[in-house]
């Protein structure tokens, strides 16, 4: 029998700027801000979808579209690059195959083009709907048990369990963001918990990048509301500290009708993601 393996080293962290940083799931919502925002952390910004995506802005950007279900393209879109954000993919609940195709082989290719390719550190979109069958009267950490809430869940909880594999397998290492709500503000009662400005979201993906040893760390993204389900003491080593908060919305959310004890929007974290389903009956 082979001798085990020893443990994966941390990689070095990565320089400040990064030399080129790859940006996944760019044409779409959060793409879109963090194509603004990302320039600051890398002399090139690769940013890639299977949407359109319009011409490069300047010389400091790439564009290269590229469907993640195809593995081939996706290894010529890793390669040359130092770090990935990787936002692509189906990111609502849908039927398996979809999901399948873009976010469950989509996850598979970029870890596989990373290793391939050299690439030491990704920072994976993942998602609350990882833990949503839990319900909103449950506080959770990093540790607490998974519940997804559907095949979109499924294939987050799949996605983290890939970059724990590839830390204790090849030394890649990743930070697993499951992003609560991330809109311009909170549009319903279940988002005064879950929300996460696009300030808060570009800090912690900036301490993402660029925080030595992350291993695989596990964070809940959302900013400093007042009344919040997660714990992120797990990911303290990121020292992301979010700065907005949900409370200034209050007034405006609670003006919307109540929602009934018995929707799913009350009772589960996922809110109605819960509720989706079956397919093709
Ligand atoms: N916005 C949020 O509040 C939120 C919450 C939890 C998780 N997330 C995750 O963050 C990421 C970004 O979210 P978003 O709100 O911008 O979603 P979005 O749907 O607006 O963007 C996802 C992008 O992925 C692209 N995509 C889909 N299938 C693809 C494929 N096969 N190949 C290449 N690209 C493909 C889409 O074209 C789209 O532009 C997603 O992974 C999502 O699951 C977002």
């Known amino acids: 029998m082979p001798a085990p393996l020893p443990p994966a080293a941390p990689a070095d962290a990565l320089p400040s700027p990064i030399p080129r940083l790859l940006l996944t799931g760019a044409a779409g919502g959060l793409g879109r801000v963090l194509r603004e925002r990302l ?28 469907d993640l279900a195809d593995k081939q393209a996706v290894d010529g879109l890793v390669a040359g690059c130092d770090a990935i954000v990787h936002l692509g993919g189906v990111s609502v609940e849908r039927p398996f195959e979809e999901i399948l195709e873009a976010n469950i082989k989509g996850v598979f290719h970029i870890y596989e083009a990373a290793r391939r390719r050299g690439v030491k550190r990704v920072v994976f979109a993942s998602s609350n709907h990882v833990t949503g069958f839990h319900r909103q009267t449950e506080r959770l950490d990093a ?53 996460l400005s696009y300030d808060d979201l570009t800090q912690l993906v900036q301490k993402s990048l660029f925080t030595p040893g992350v291993k695989h760390t596990v964070v809940y ?61």
């Open 143 to 195: 540790h607490a048990p998974r519940r997804p809430d559907g095949y979109y869940g499924l294939s987050k909880s799949f996605g983290e369990d890939m970059a724990q594999f590839y830390f204790d397998r090849y030394g890649i290492e990743t930070v697993s963001i499951r992003i609560g709500s991330s809109f311009p503000e909170p549009a319903n009662r279940r988002m005064m918990s879950t929300w």
């Open 221 to 281: 993204g959302m900013s400093a509301n007042a009344e919040v389900w997660w714990d992120n003491h797990a990911a303290a080593h990121l020292g992301f500290v979010p700065k907005d908060s949900s409370e200034p919305f209050r007034a405006r959310v609670e003006a919307q009708p109540p929602v009934a004890a018995t929707d799913p929007n009350a009772i589960y974290q996922g809110g109605a993601f819960t509720a989706q389903g079956p397919f093709g009956d």
């Open 39 to 66: 320039p600051a952390f890398a002399r090139v910004l690769r940013v890639s979808d299977i949407a359109a995506l319009g011409e490069a802005r300047g010389a400091h950007e790439e564009v290269m579209p590229c």
